[in-house]
Each structure stands twice: as C-alpha cells, then as structure tokens.
T-cell receptor
Framework: GAVVSQHPSRVICKSGTSVKIECRSL??????MFWYRQFPKKSLMLMAT?????????EQGVEKDKFLINHASLTLSTLTVTSAHPEDSSFYIC??????????FGSGTQLSVL | EDQVTQSPEALRLQEGESSSLNCSYT??????LFWYRQDPGKGPEFLFT???AGEEKEKERLKATLTKKESFLHITAPKPEDSATYLC??????????????FGKGMKLTVNP
C-alpha cells in the first residue's frame, strides 16, 4: 500500500539553526502534502498544504517565513523550520493528500530546540 | 463551524474490560470518518474509515460504528498492547471544493494487565 516516509524521526538543535524535515511518497505520486504540528496531549493542527510545482497554502497564524515548504517533485515535500527557537519544539507530521481510503501519514518528526 | 469531539479524554481499563470510545461530530457534508491509533512519538496508524450512517467495520478487538452524529470505537477484551491514543478525524470539503480533515483531540487509553 501507499507509504509516506518521513525523516528525520527526531532532531535536537540549537536555537537559531534551521531544520529540514522531508516527506517522501514511496510508491505513488503525491501532488499534495499536508503538514501538521502536534503539541503534547493536543490534536493535530494543520499548518500548511503543499502542492507540487506551486506555492504552499498556509493556515491562519502560521508564519510563512518561519516554516518554509517546498514541493519540488511529485515524491518529495519538505518543511524547513528556519531560525528555530524553543517554542518551535513540537511533533511535526506530514500526510499525503491523495484521496484514498486510508489517508497515509508520515511517522512524524520530534523537534527539540535547545 | 466544523467540530469533532472525542470523549472521554482518557480511559483506564483492566485487561479484558470492554469499553467504547465516542467521537461526535458536526460538519457540513461528511466524506468520511477516520479512526487512527497513535503511539508516543509516532505518526497516526490507520484503523478504519466509515462513510455512511449504519456502517460498521471490525479488526481484531476493535469495531467502529457510525451514525449521522457520532462514531463509536468499541474495544472488546482489551490487552495492554492496545494502550495508545486513539484519534478520530472527519473529512469534509471546503466551500472552495478542497479537502479538509478535522481532528478530535484524541483519547488516551491505558490498559492495565
């Protein structure tokens, strides 16, 4: 079945550095990828929607310059957290936007900013 | 406004003690209701998709049902390995015709041996 591979699974970085998270569709073409953020004991909050070959659509309150999204190919979407600060520490998850019964998620990335 | 509410927020069961998790929703135009299991530090793992009222699906000790207002996830004779957070999500369409997925806050299940 369709699988979304997300890397890295965990990253610890110093404040001020940038972190890139990748989501790859392994056996299908993902024209759309959704990016979520999840705080402990909270639900998944949609941050942005990336579309292959065009600009991402950001949800209200999400800083475009802080969370850079690139969807340059049909199999790869990336989220870059720029100049990360401790308040950016969170669990980030991607999801394939292709309609199918299961709506596949990546395995998530735990970001810890010191 | 589209809303998905899960209850209870947390549940502790003894091994073998059956129970049900509730997911109530108010959305304009249901495309599908999804149940996921999420372990700490992991992405959601798909369990079920339900599309219309009256539909039921089963997998091992889990059974999901759907009405026009809510869905239940029944857990029969749970085992400790069933301990996880269970997420409910409802898929609808926005006014612009794009897909929208609304999540509940999740329900943390702990099954004690």
């Amino acid at each position: 079945g369709a699988v979304v591979s997300q890397h890295p699974s965990r990253v610890i970085c110093k404040s001020g550095t940038s972190v890139k998270i990748e989501c790859r569709s392994l056996d299908f073409q993902a024209t759309t990828m959704f990016w979520y953020r999840q705080f402990p004991k909270k639900s998944l909050m949609l941050m942005a929607t990336s579309n292959e070959g065009s600009k991402a659509t950001y949800e209200q309150g999400v800083e475009k310059d802080k969370f850079l999204i690139n969807h340059a190919s049909l199999t790869l979407s990336t989220l870059t957290v720029t100049s990360a600060h401790p308040e950016d520490s969170s669990f980030y998850i991607c999801r394939s936007g292709e309609f199918n019964e299961k709506l596949f998620f990546g395995s998530g990335t735990q970001l810890s900013v010191l | 406004e589209d809303q998905v509410t899960q209850s209870p927020e947390a549940l502790r069961l003894q091994e073998g003690e059956s129970s049900s998790l509730n997911c109530s929703y108010t959305v304009s135009g249901l495309r599908g209701l999804f149940w996921y299991r999420q372990d700490p530090g992991k992405g959601p793992e798909f369990l079920f998709t339900l599309y219309s009222a009256g539909e039921e699906k089963e997998k091992e000790r889990l059974k999901a049902t759907l009405t026009k207002k809510e869905s239940f996830l029944h857990i029969t004779a749970p085992k400790p390995e069933d301990s996880a957070t269970y997420l409910c999500a409802v898929q609808t369409l926005t006014q612009g015709g794009s897909e929208k997925l609304v999540f509940g806050k999740g329900m943390k299940l702990t099954v004690n041996p």
